[in-house]
């Protein structure tokens, strides 16, 4: 699955996609890949403050609990409520409509600290070849 | 968010299958120090694993599995007494050809291991134990067998171990084998050529609660890899599919088989882990007996229950459990959803007071108190066949 070159990543896999001062986030393909069938998602409701590297929420698959971290700080706007009877749309469009939260930045400036996608695709090909060492 | 799978490391071990596994583009993670598959997005991943099994046929690699064989020394009745002295259920009921569910105990009348006794002949056992506690549980056998006359035989590196699970499991071993699998009773054991390998061990043993078999063939690659294409390919017909150690466990739970560290460890009792009916104490002296009576004259503080979550949320290993007051009163040893049953379910320990069914409890999930309620177990119970078509 393509990586949208409009997107930010983070190294701990989750993307942003900014456009006019709201920000939307979510898990990558790998990300999804890396958990297995997604069975339960937790998120914060809208008014909520999201701190940058801070958990905001969690994604479970049948085997983990996964953590989801905060690419940047700001102020939940909306949360995704499909997911919540339709938890398997991370594993099938992580990228588009399996988006998890929208997000008023604090602090735009924090967005030149994440991966553009040919970075973040160099780094998770670096991790798979760890992997098959 | 953090990468669910554990780190490779280069020390881990791995079955003679690994190859196979990484060409096959499984997903592996380190299980008690293995390099194991934990599922195959090829087969469609865990819950497509799992329903496999339970609908037609899946096929696993368990080579981490140890095998210990015992045998009588000088005389007879050697093996037997050993094998008497070390395990709680009763071997001598044990005829040549059959196995049975058993355990090793501590002293203190919890657990070493649990594992499957085979009878390979008169004075000739084969315990099969599990890959976390290998080098343990050899070094008991060792330590508490010296004085009985039999040989004792680390026998784990010699087999590739391959579980064929499922409904059609039968019909799958059927175009590879020469032998009359409808003879073979649950738990019970043969020997014949599989895949033409002459005297391969085909015991209808499982952790899955569906039928099946689990076959041992020689652990050279050459010899593995030809025999799980060969299952693979005679398995096409039923939709077999590779699985992983993921579904495996999603599939023991429903059936509430013990997992070693959690249903059962160092820490818990037969009484306790209620497996009781494994446990004869009536066949004389055995190791952890004299505890087990005391333990029963004291009565049991906690014991294992089924739950199943009422509130939305996952009850998982390790997490507390609440009464409706909201003091601690137990703890969850596995959680998962189930796929079969499409709930959140989990084992737990409990005091006797809260084990009806029906009980509501509360698991704490992430600070949350979720609530959850005492299940019937097993939570899941294969369906009784009528008698198998005999084969022509």
């Known amino acids: ?32 890949h890396e958990l297995g069938d997604v069975v339960f998602v937790e998120l914060p409701k809208p008014g909520a403050k999201i701190e940058t590297a801070k958990s905001f929420g969690t994604v479970e698959s049948v085997k983990a609990v996964s953590e989801i971290y905060a690419p940047v700080a700001g102020e939940v706007i909306e949360a995704n409520g499909e997911l919540q009877n339709t938890p398997e749309k991370i594993n099938s469009d992580p990228h588009g409509t399996a988006w998890l939260i929208k997000v008023r930045l604090t602090n735009a400036a924090e967005l030149s600290g994440l991966m553009d996608a040919a970075a973040y695709e160099a780094y998770i090909a670096a991790k798979g070849k760890e992997a098959s060492a | 968010m953090e990468s669910a799978a554990t780190p490779h490391k280069s020390e881990l071990r791995k079955t003679p299958l690994n190859a196979l596994h990484r060409r096959l583009g499984a997903k592996m993670v380190n299980f008690g120090g ?22 037609s046929v899946g096929v696993f690699d368990v080579s981490h599995m140890g095998d210990i064989r015992i045998r009588s020394g000088r005389r007879p009745g050697g093996a037997l007494a050993a094998v008497q002295h070390i395990c709680m259920n009763d071997a001598s009921k044990l005829a040549v050809g059959q196995g049975h569910y058993s355990a090793m105990l501590y002293p203190e009348g919890t657990f ?13 056992f084969l315990l099969v134990i599990n890959a976390g506690t290998r080098e343990k549980d050899i070094n008991w056998v060792r330590e508490n067998t010296k004085n009985f006359d039999c040989v004792v ?55 899955t609660g569906e039928d099946g078999f689990e076959i041992y063939v020689p652990s050279d690659v050459a010899s593995s890899e030809k025999v799980w294409n060969q299952v693979m390919e005679a398995g096409r017909e039923f939709a077999a599919v590779p699985c992983g150690l993921g579904c495996r466990n999603t599939l023991r739970l429903e059936s509430k088989m013990a997992l070693y560290g959690h249903e059962i460890s160092d820490k818990i ?124």
């Open chain 2, 34 to 55: 293995w390099d194991m598959p934990v599922e195959y997005p090829s087969s469609g991943g865990l819950i497509a694993e799992h329903q496999a099994v339970r609908a």
């Open chain 2, 112 to 124: 070493v291991d649990d594992l499957i006794v085979h009878r390979l002949g008169e004075d000739d």
């Open chain 2, 269 to 392: 009792n037969v009484w306790e882990a209620g497996l009781d009916r494994y446990c004869k104490m009536e066949k004389g002296d055995f190791v952890g007996r004299a505890a087990l009576e005391q333990a029963r004259a004291a009565g049991l503080r906690r014991t294992l229950v089924g739950i199943e979550m009422v509130d939305r949320g996952i009850a998982r290993d390790e997490y507390c459990c609440c009464n409706q007051a909201g003091d601690a009163i137990g703890v969850v040893t596995s959680g998962s959803p189930s796929p079969t049953l499409r709930k959140n379910i989990a084992l737990a320990y409990v005091p006797p007071a809260y084990s009806a069914v029906g009980t509501v409890l509360y698991v704490e999930i992430r600070g949350q108190k979720c609530k959850a309620q005492v299940a019937p177990t097993p939570f899941y119970k294969r369906p009784k066949k009528a008698a198998a078509p005999r084969e022509s």
């Open chain 1, 1 to 32: 699955m393509a990586y949208p070159k409009n997107y930010r990543y983070t190294k701990e896999h989750e993307w942003i996609n900014v456009a006019g001062g709201l920000a939307t986030i979510g898990i990558t393909d790998y990300a999804q």
């Open chain 2, 153 to 207: 035989e680390d026998l784990s590196d010699a087999y590739t171990q391959l579980a064929i699970q499922g409904p059609r499991a039968v019909d799958l071993l059927r175009k590879l084998t020469d032998v009359e699998l409808n003879g073979i009773k649950n738990y019970w054991f043969t020997h014949g050529t599989v895949c033409g390998l002459k005297n391969t061990l085909i015991a209808r043993t499982g952790y």
